[in-house]
C-alpha cells in the first residue's frame, strides 16, 4: 500500500507533464508546518537519543543538524535564483519526476520484501 502514493504521483506527474507548472510560492510559516510533518516520525529517534546521550552531546547533535540544515537550505536558496538552474529544471522536470516517483515505489516495495 505505500507504494501507491508515488505511483498515483507518477502517473499525475506524466499525465500533466505537457500543461505549465504553476508557479506557487509558500511562506516560511508554511515550509516549518511541512517540515515538522514530515519529520514527526524522526521523534522516535532524537528523543531516545538526547535522553541517552546526556545534555552536552544532545546539544553538540542537535547544533549539527541545524548548521547542516541552514548549509543545505543556504545552499538551495542560492541555485533556486540561477537562470541555468531553472532552465535546466523546467527541461528535464516533466520527464524526471514521474521517473523519480516510480523508483520511489519499487524501492519502498523491495523495502518491504514485495520482491
Do not use: M
Amino acid at each position: 500500500l505505500l507504494a501507491l502514493a508515488p505511483l498515483a504521483l507518477a502517473y499525475h506527474a506524466w499525465r500533466t507533464r505537457s500543461h505549465p507548472a504553476r508557479n506557487v510560492k509558500r511562506g516560511a510559516i508554511t515550509t516549518f508546518v511541512v517540515t515538522i510533518a514530515l519529520g514527526g516520525d524522526n521523534l522516535a529517534v532524537w528523543i531516545p537519543l538526547f535522553r541517552a546521550d546526556g545534555l552536552h552531546r544532545a546539544l553538540l547533535t542537535g547544533g549539527i543538524f541545524v548548521l547542516s540544515d541552514v548549509a543545505l537550505v543556504s545552499l538551495a536558496r542560492l541555485l533556486v535564483n540561477r537562470p541555468r538552474v531553472i532552465e535546466w529544471a523546467a527541461k528535464t522536470s516533466p520527464i524526471a519526476t514521474p521517473i523519480l516517483y516510480v523508483i520511489l515505489a519499487v524501492v519502498i516495495l523491495w523495502q518491504c520484501h514485495v520482491f
